[in-house]
């Protein structure tokens, strides 16, 4: 976990403070400073600096420093790490690096890295960490003190929770540290427990564990096999670097483009316009309707040129509107406050919410051409029926748009594809070209007769 914030300074004497601001001042700049000039200032760093700044650093920088490194140094640096981290270590290097980085570690370590590695990365067993507090149900609160005392020595992740389990692995309960020390001596651990105790499975998804944390304010989480065999715990700083990896990739998708797998300034030029460039370049052919749509009303827009002044308006209007319902759908739908099973209540929300957002933005149109001085030069003699087919083409594009852009996430996460690739320009584009068969569709009927 990227930590770099949480390097403190210890005032003990004026060496020690120069040192320390120096290194917090190094961990502030960080992001900015170029690969060249990051190994340059780390190397420049005493021994303690250095481990207090690595132990802080993302899983990617610390590959980025390691890339080059001797194997001495190498394993220098990674016995530094938890296990969990060590994992996250070997994914963020690659499976080429997987087998160098493992025989670098003790068999222990090894043994409890390659348990994690068997997990997909983004669920809750490549997140786990399996160094936990274990107790057995009969031990007394004494025995348990003093069994505590021993493992806080042997880096397990959090002795806030200690979890019960049985002979078999079984999780049993939690217990806290606090009431471990507060209840009486003789009292077993199995009366102090709490057997309901809320746990998650290792292929649970980080996104859902996230949510998991949100809501019941936790400082861990026991992860547990279909067997309800204990495998380990995932903590809150396990899953942070998560939350904003996860923010970052939706937004991102949103955007209309993929994820880019490193950060902004770091993704080389090439792979940054392939990222861009491939949705682009789909768009664009969507856009291209929008010219054939235009081309079939060929015959209207030549007989009602007026009708032309207005398609910018019409086509944003839906697009916006769009837009802002598949934002706030996909948002939803990542906190978890609508479900699959709520489309049809999105639906009927959003129809409403069409209708009386088409009302608005019609009229407002209707009035800027009512209240215009010169409108009967702008829009001819029939300036009243342009301005009713304007508000009646702004309602039904306005109404499009926000049902497409509502249920566009829906399906695509029926598909089973990212509700977060119904991304705006998308729903834009799509509505740019059937909001044009919308507008025209209700001139040929308001101004049959009279321009048509």
């Known amino acids: 976990m990227d930590n770099s914030e ?21 961990a502030s700049n960080w992001p900015s400073l ?7 200032q780390f ?9 207090e700044l690595f132990l802080s650093l993302s899983p990617h920088d610390q590959a980025e420093l390691l890339s080059e490194a001797s194997a001495l140094e190498k394993r220098s640096w990674v016995r530094l790490l938890a296990p969990d981290d060590v994992a996250d270590l070997i994914q963020e290097m690659g499976t080429d690096s997987k087998d160098e980085v493992l025989s670098l570690l003790d068999p222990q370590t090894k043994r409890e890295v390659s348990a994690l590695l068997a997990y997909a990365e983004d669920n809750a067993g490549g997140l786990m960490s399996s160094r936990f507090v274990r107790l057995r149900p009969d031990m007394t609160v004494d025995e348990a003190i003093s069994y505590l005392r021993i493992q806080s020595k042997t880096q397990v992740e959090t ?5 019960v389990i049985d002979a078999n692995q079984h999780l049993q309960g939690v217990v806290s540290f606090r009431e471990l020390f507060s209840a009486s001596p003789g009292k077993t651990v199995k009366d102090i427990m709490h057997p309901d105790i809320v746990k998650i499975p290792v292929d649970l ?4 564990i996230a949510r998991i944390f949100q809501q019941q304010s936790l400082l861990a989480l026991p992860v547990v096999d279909g067997d309800g065999h204990m495998k380990g715990i995932v903590t809150l700083d396990d899953i942070a670097d998560t939350i904003q990896e996860e923010a970052t990739e939706d937004i991102q998708k949103i955007g209309g483009m993929e994820t880019l797998d490193a950060p902004y300034m770091k993704t080389p030029f090439f792979e940054l316009i392939r990222k861009r460039g491939g949705w682009l370049s789909i768009l664009f052919v969507g856009e291209m309707f929008t010219a054939t749509a235009m081309g079939y009303f060929q015959v209207e827009i030549e007989r009602a040129v007026v009708l032309a002044l207005f398609i910018p308006l019409i086509i944003s209007s839906g697009g916006n509107s769009g837009s802002q319902a598949s934002t706030l759908i996909i948002r939803a739908m990542a906190l978890g406050e609508v479900r699959m099973r709520d489309w049809w209540r999105v639906l009927g929300r959003e129809l409403l919410s069409g209708i009386c957002l088409g ?65 705006a320009p998308m729903v834009a584009t799509i509505v740019d070209v059937t909001g044009l068969v919308i507008y025209f569709s209700v001139a040929s009927v308001m101004l049959k007769g009279s321009l048509l």
Not at 34 to 40: L, N, S
Not at 159 to 163: A, S, V
């Open 359 to 423: 009302v608005l933005l019609g009229g407002i149109g209707l009035t800027r051409i009512l209240l215009w001085p010169a409108k009967e030069q702008l829009y001819g003699p029939h300036w009243l029926a342009v301005g009713m087919t304007i508000f009646f083409a702004v309602i039904g594009v306005v109404l499009w748009g926000t049902l497409s852009g509502s249920m566009l996430p829906f399906i695509l996460k029926k598909l089973r594809l990212d509700p977060a690739s119904a991304s």
């Open 43 to 51: 190397n420049a760093l005493s021994r303690t600096d250095a481990e």
């Open 6 to 26: 949480n390097i403190h300074n210890d005032a003990s004497d004026d060496g020690t403070i120069a040192n320390d601001s120096a290194l917090v001042q190094l």
């Open 159 to 163: 002795i806030y929770y200690c979890y």
């Open 205 to 208: 998804d980080q996104e859902q």
């Open 34 to 40: 170029t690969v060249g000039e990051r190994k340059e």
